[in-house]
Every structure is written in C-alpha cells, then in structure tokens.
C-alpha cells in the first residue's frame, strides 16, 4: 500500500512536468484557457496547443490566434475576422495614450498590417486592431479540461498533494525497515579464538 502510494504521486508529479516539456519539444506551447469569450469551441478550464508564427503571411481570416493587444500584457486567443492596413500606432509613455507613428522620411503616418479579432462568444469585434508584431501564434488544437488539471498541478497545493505522501510513505517504510531489523535475532558466530585453535588441533 505505502509503494503504491510513493509510485503514484511520483508518477503523477513526473507527468504534470513531462507534459509541457513534451509540447515544447516540438516547438509548441500549452496555454490555459481562463475566460469563456471562445465557447463553443473551447472555454476557461480548457488548454489550447499553440505553435508560433514566424512570418505573418501564415496569418488567414478564421484562423485563432493568441496575441496581447495593444496596451496590453495579457495574452488573449481570439479569432481573426479580418486582415486590415492601418496607421502604425504606439503607446504615449506620458498619457498613455495610443498615437500614430510618423514616417521620419517623408513625416506620413506609417502603415503597418494589423489583425482584427473577435471571440466567439462575442457580439462585437475587439475594441483595437492588434499589428502582426503582437501576434504570438496559432492555436492548432484544444484539450479540454486540461487547464484545470496544469493549473492545479503548477500551484503549490498540487505540487505538496502530489508530493508529501510519497515522502511521508517513504519516511513511515524506512521506519519499519529499521524496526524489523531491531526484531531480527542477530545470528551467532563463534569466537575467533575457538575456531583458531579448532583449525590449529
């Protein structure tokens, strides 16, 4: 009972870590899912396996993509409804503000390529356009279920449920190995001193 209980939390500690790596391995990540603006097709406890772009041609309308909007850290995985030219814009560091970007040749404003994106769930188009630089890649398939599961695994709750019991059994095994060999009658040799002279006679 106690191996079985140091046999599983190991293994599942060593799958909760061997998962991600796995996707990573193939040039892949695994984003957990946390809002529901993408139902049906996935929702918040789901994971999604996304794969990065590197040249934005491979960007098409209907595709899912995660990307962090403009004025923003917090990725988001929405679908492209629409590939648009724009003014190139950047963020005022004193206002914070969004403010085009001028040409320094010719003073224009410059154009850049921008996606244009909306969940599933949503009514509306996201509020900004987000410019190909921001795009972080495609989604290529989803898991549901997943995020719940790498989430609490990755949590200092998972990782101490998946591993103090396997280290207590452990502990409680090496317990009983040293009070069985305090149980066990110690066998009798004889005196080097009888067997020197028995060899001797």
């Known amino acids: 009972m ?6 599983l939390g190991t293994l599942t500690f060593a799958v909760s870590l061997a998962v991600p790596l796995w996707f990573q391995a193939r040039d892949q990540r695994l984003l957990i899912v946390t809002s529901g603006s993408m139902a049906p097709v996935f929702d918040a406890g789901d994971a999604v396996v996304m794969r990065k772009v590197d040249d934005p041609s491979q960007l098409k309308v209907g595709q899912i993509v995660s ?3 403009l004025g923003s850290e917090q990725l988001v995985t929405h679908r492209i409804v629409d ?26 404003p410059a154009e850049s390529q921008y996606l244009v994106t909306r969940g599933d769930a949503n009514a509306e188009n996201d509020p900004n356009a987000t410019p190909y630089t921001r795009v972080r890649g495609i989604v290529l398939e989803v898991h549901p279920g997943w995020g719940w599961v790498l989430q609490w695994a990755g949590s200092a709750v998972g990782r101490a449920v998946m591993l103090v019991p396997p280290l207590l059994a452990l502990g409680l095994l090496e317990l ?5 060999s305090r149980r066990r009658p110690r066998s009798t040799t004889p005196d080097e001193r009888f067997v020197d002279a028995y060899l001797q006679g």
């Not at 106690?2 to 046999?7: G, R, S, Y």
């Not at 009983?176 to 069985?180: E, I, Q």
């Open 2 to 7: 106690l191996w079985t209980v140091v046999v």
């Open 67 to 69: 990307f962090w909007p």
């Open 83 to 108: 590939l648009v030219t724009l003014p190139t814009l950047e963020q005022d560091e004193e206002t914070g503000r969004m403010v085009e970007v001028l040409d320094p040749d010719t003073g224009d």
């Open 176 to 180: 009983l190995a040293v009070r069985d």
